[in-house]
């Protein structure tokens, strides 16, 4: 691990101690779980073969760091050089075990065995004895290997150049560059939702092309982080896997073992009590029901005299919600593409009327419908907590987006 380890916030699960814990041990495990090593099982050497499906390899990862990261194992370590071997141990054991389930575990007792060792692979025990660390070389690819990669990655690169400039700055952002939802989402000055889904939209599109080349697997979220991967000089897992295991580690650590399971029952049970007699007590009228709660949703309504025409001039008037500081209002056509109707002269929004928090109250700047107007087009009011720029309030409007403190009302333009 990088620099000093507080040995005192990782027993008592400080969320960055931990995460850096997990670092420590991430790449190495990860390595040895591809690559496979040779150990011993009831004193007799035996091989474990790496795993070589990449989602499968990264369960293995997870699980075996998890395991030494309970509380429990946490409060009785003693130094930081304790915790990576700790961790090479569990993944043994796990692998050991797997291997065995599954019929793999190579025994190296007979010379010829010994030959079906590849090269590279390491005596974890003797390296565990000598308190030093596995390499992070990776496992080298057989003509099989290399030519489903490269079928994977042409496959990947004909879906991409279909792709809009968008996508394949997102894929070289994300999937080269390793960086995360939000650092992208700065980039592209937009929502963090939005990258989430657009990653999403894109990972779908690329599982369709690799289900052509590979049609007889069920290809996951991690082997396709591998092909969008950038060939590297060693064995270490892509930046997209990387941050994947931090994050799922992390979500199985606990600062406090949970309580058994009879405990947590004893107190669903009551919950569960209490939620029954406060639905009794609404169906008998002694509590309000939800229906009847006084808090008004946000509104925006919509007036022409005489009529809604194109070029016409419109009284707008809003409903905000009760922490709403600013609004923005915007025509959005069947197409989906925003206009500003109401907005500040840069295209931000505006502050919220007085009054507006408590009735419809009229929004006091003029307002004149586009001289495109299309049939069937509705406003849509944007409000915010916080200033939003003329972009955002543009694709919050359109619904490309969701925002943090932001609620959109719309109704249709007669």
Known sequence: ???????????????DALAAAVRACRDVLWCLTRRG???????????????????????????????????????SLEREGQLLPRALRAARD??????????????????????????????LDAILDADGTPSLDAPAPDATQLADREAAQQACNQALRQSDERTRTLVHLRFREGRTHREIADHFTCGHAAIFAHEARLRRHLYRALAKVWPDRKVGPVALDLVLAPEGADGRPPPVTAERIDAEVLKRTFQEEPRAFGARLGWALGFSAVAAALWALMYLGVLPHPDQDRVLEPQVSLQCNPACTPGAQAQVKVLAPSDAQLVAVAVVP??????????????????????????????????????DLAPGSVAVAVFSRRDLSPHQVIELASGRVVLPQTLTASVAIP
């Open 37 to 75: 090593f040779v150990t011993h099982e009831d004193g007799l050497p035996v091989y474990v073969r790496g795993v070589e499906d990449p989602d499968v390899a990264l369960h293995e990862v997870v699980r075996a760091i998890a395991l030494v990261l309970t509380p429990e194992r946490r409060a």
């Open 94 to 123: 796990r692998l050991v075990a797997r291997a065995v389930r599954a019929g793999t575990l190579v025994s190296l007792a007979a010379e010829e065995e010994r030959a079906e060792v590849p090269a590279g692979v390491e005596d």
């Open 1 to 15: 691990m990088p620099g000093a380890m507080d040995l005192a916030a990782f027993q008592r699960g400080d969320m």
């Open 334 to 371: 069947p197409d989906g593409v925003a206009q500003p109707l109401l907005t500040r002269p840069g295209g931000g929004p505006l502050a919220v009327p007085f009054g507006a928090r408590d009735v419809l109250t009229e929004v006091p700047y003029p307002a004149t419908l586009p001289a």
